[in-house]
């Protein structure tokens, strides 16, 4: 169960990193 509580920790900040990048390049969200 270690790995499945890793991943809800490791995978928001991905989310919103993605967003970011989105944001700079200016390509709108879907």
């Known amino acids: 169960m270690g790995l499945v509580f ?3 920790l490791i995978v928001p ?4 990193a993605v967003y ?3 944001q700079m390049r200016g390509v709108r969200p879907l």
């Open 6 to 8: 890793a991943l809800l």
């Open 13 to 16: 900040p991905l989310g919103f």
């Open 20 to 22: 970011e990048l989105q």
